[in-house]
């Protein structure tokens, strides 16, 4: 099985939510955070701009 994507879409992403875990994740609140280790602060970022459909 294969997937292939539409080449006329906008693909996105989207962080995982926010459960104590190390990364780019997405708070209760809906901001864009970075965790450099387990349980370490969050620390807030900008969310990335997106191109806007064509």
Do not use: C, F, H, N
């Not at 780019?24 to 900008?46: C, E, F, N, P, S």
Request: aromatic share 8%; net charge negative; no cysteine.
């Amino acid at each position: 099985m294969s997937e292939s994507a539409d080449s006329d879409k906008v693909e996105g992403w989207s962080p995982a939510p926010d459960v104590g875990q190390a990364g780019t994740v997405l708070t209760k609140d809906g901001q864009w955070a970075y965790r450099y280790k387990d349980g370490a602060d969050l620390i807030l970022m900008k969310m990335p701009e997106r191109p806007a459909p064509a």
